[in-house]
């Protein structure tokens, strides 16, 4: 009965584009003709075979635009009949229906109709799909084609459709090849990639989704230089003391130093040249060290500086030997007049050796004062340089830790997005199954709708547009899917390229705190050799120092003790002329008890002799004076003596012992 009922529609759908005026006449001559469907069952329909895709230019709906946003088509509603004419019979009037209407006009409303059906459902196309302002590939400008080619298969199977009535045998055969045709569009619209898509997602994107703290700017760029030269002059500088000072006696100590400065230096310069940093902060470190080290290296040395008082004070003390040896032999052989000449040769030698020698003191202590200025001063340069250098590691140490933070960021964000995509990928795959079982079983009902054409059109138009609705929505996914890949590829490049970026920043903050820290050890070993050696230099002023008070106190002794000789000798000689001249006023009284005229004789003698004893009182003095004066100047080596320790007799104890002796 369902059969008969749908065929009976399907009937009066021929009978209004026919034109007839009897209905009934109209039906029993169509169940007479053969190949109709109560006479006989249709052929079944062939299997679809694959075909080329036909090229149309017919407008589709954008892949961009949402599903609910694209209506699917409804067909055109089948007008119920109103009247029951035959076509070459005569007319009759039923009671239960209206006056008869022209088969002309309701032929022309049913056009209508339709054609308002496939205006309604055909939106305009939107081939803005492409972001931004690049050129869409070949591949892209295919699917949009194929899409227009499935719009203009989905109008003709509605075409066919709605002419079914008049010539369905002849048209099912074109609905199965349009349909083959349609499925292999699909299936090269599905199979086509390399849209050339040009996407959004760009780094600031990145930054906003795994919450990154550097941006680009911070991080070093591959095409950035490095700056390396302040390290080669540094080693030009380094090479320069090098023949400089060379040839100096202090430069022995410090070869060690500046060979080990060169292979740091080249290494340095070897580690800057295969990184993008920039080494002037750096290669300003040994400043301070190089300065210093030319002024230490291009000051004369305390033994440069005393070689005169030295060879001066040799020749004295050969001298003062020589004098001493002729006094000895004139003391021997008598002549005391002689020996008395050499006493004062003597003390004019020891006179001058104490001058050489208090001269010798006073250069040392300056020169001992300056060095230890200068080893206050290379204290302060060492410590701020390495301040310095521990500055300039930790703002890279941050740097790189920084960088490390922002990689285990983008790390766990790919991972996130992979997963999704992996998600959404075989997402779409399942529906992709899907839609081919649903796709397969459409067929297959279209294939038994063909044998009951007749009365299941309405269903075989419900069933194209639902077939034409899911083509659509595969359309739909297939340009959502490549526009997903793209932007998932272009994500991936844009984590590459930052991630690159961020290890090559990395790498950049350990090559550039592992070249200041060889730096750094550098400039702490060269500050600490230089500490070392003015350390011994201090050390040998001191004992230089010290044996030059010991000098002093030799030549000191030599000089008190051959004044108190002398001055011993000197008051003997006064109390001889003492005793002569109270002999001569004894002899001048006798005589001049007498009026002896050589009372005369004793008064010139008294009077010479008391001259003599005035001059002689006078050389005392002077000798008094001038042992004096050396004792005064023998204090400072008297209080370093006794300061350091060492333990001696005083020479005045000395020439008391001797007076008392």
């Not at 035959?86 to 339709?114: C, F, H, I």
């Not at 400065?261 to 340095?268: M, V």
């Not at 002024?295 to 070689?307: D, S």
């Amino acid at each position: 009965m369902a059969e008969e009922e749908l065929s009976e529609k399907e009937l009066f759908k021929l009978y209004y584009q026919s034109g007839a005026t009897n209905f009934d006449a109209f039906k029993k001559a169509r169940l007479k003709r053969p190949g109709s469907s109560a006479a006989s069952s249709p052929a079944p329909t062939p299997t679809a075979k694959k075909t080329q895709p036909v090229p149309v230019t017919t407008p589709i709906p954008s892949a961009t635009t949402p599903p609910a946003a694209q209506k699917v088509p409804t067909a055109a509603p089948i007008p119920e009949p109103t009247t029951t004419p035959a076509e070459g019979l005569v007319s009759e009037t039923r009671p239960d229906r209206p006056a008869p209407v022209s088969a002309s006009k309701a032929k022309k409303e049913l056009k209508e109709k339709v054609e308002q059906s496939r205006a309604a459902e055909t939106p305009k196309s939107n081939l803005n799909t492409v972001t931004g302002g690049d050129a869409a590939s070949a591949e892209y400008l295919a699917f949009l084609k194929q899409q227009q080619e499935l719009q203009k298969c989905h109008q003709k199977l509605e075409d066919i459709i709605a002419g079914f009535e008049r010539d369905r045998r002849n048209h099912q055969a074109d609905l199965g090849k349009i349909r083959r045709q349609a499925n292999d569009l699909m299936a090269a619209l599905e199979d086509g990639t390399n849209w050339n898509l040009s996407s959004k997602y760009n780094i600031h994107a990145l930054i906003k989704d795994a919450k990154l703290k550097l941006f680009p700017q911070e991080l070093y760029q591959p095409d950035t230089k490095a700056q390396y030269l302040d390290i080669v002059q540094q080693a030009g500088n380094l090479t320069k003391l090098t023949s400089d000072h060379g040839n100096r006696e202090t430069y022995a100590g410090f070869k060690s130093l500046f060979d080990h400065g060169n292979r740091r230096l080249d290494r340095i310069e070897k580690e800057i040249r295969n990184s993008q940093l920039d080494a002037t902060e750096v290669a300003r470190l040994p400043d301070a060290l190089l300065v210093q080290l030319d002024h230490v290296l291009g000051t004369q040395t305390i033994h440069e500086v005393l070689q005169d008082n030295e060879e001066s004070l040799e020749d004295l003390l050969f001298k003062l030997e020589d004098t001493k040896t002729k006094r000895a032999e004139a003391l021997q052989d008598g002549e005391m007049s002689i020996a008395e000449k050499h006493f004062y040769d003597v003390i004019q030698i020891y006179e001058r050796i104490l001058e050489i020698v208090l001269e010798k003191l006073s250069t040392t202590e300056e020169i001992r004062k300056k060095e230890q200025v200068f080893d206050q001063v290379r204290g302060q340069y060492q410590q701020k340089a390495g301040l310095e250098g521990s500055k300039l590691k930790e703002e890279k140490e941050k740097l790189k830790q920084r960088c490390e933070a922002d990689l285990k960021k983008i790390f766990a964000l790919k991972e996130k997005v992979d997963a999704v995509e992996v998600n959404t990928a075989k997402k779409l795959a399942d529906q992709r199954k899907q839609s081919d079982t649903f796709l397969a079983n459409n067929a297959s009902n279209v294939e038994a709708v063909w044998s009951k054409i007749e009365q299941l059109e309405k269903e075989l138009e419900n069933l194209e547009r639902e077939r034409y609705k899911e083509v659509k929505k595969r359309v739909h996914d297939k340009d959502n899917d490549e526009h997903r890949a793209m932007e998932y590829e272009a994500f991936c490049q844009v984590v590459a390229k930052h991630s690159e970026l961020l290890d090559l920043t990395i790498r950049n903050c350990d090559t550039f705190i592992y070249t200041t820290t060889l730096l750094g050890e550098f400039v702490d070993t060269g500050f600490k050799t230089l500490k070392n050696h003015l350390a011994k230099q201090d050390k040998d002023h001191a004992d230089l120092l010290l044996e030059t008070h010991k000098q002093h106190l030799e030549m000191f002794r030599g000089l008190y003790l051959a004044l108190g000789e002398l001055v011993h000798k000197k008051e003997k000689r006064i109390e001889e002329i003492d005793q002569m001249i109270k002999a001569s006023h004894i002899q001048q009284e006798i005589a001049m008890e007498t009026f002896n005229p050589e009372a005369k004789k004793y008064s010139d003698s008294k009077k010479a002799l008391l001259r003599q004893r005035d001059d002689i009182e006078n050389e005392v003095h002077e000798l008094k004076e001038k042992a004096q004066f050396a004792l005064n100047n023998f204090k400072i080596s008297e209080e370093a003596l006794h300061d350091s320790g060492i333990e001696f007799v005083h020479p005045v104890v000395e020439q008391q012992e001797e007076e008392l002796e």
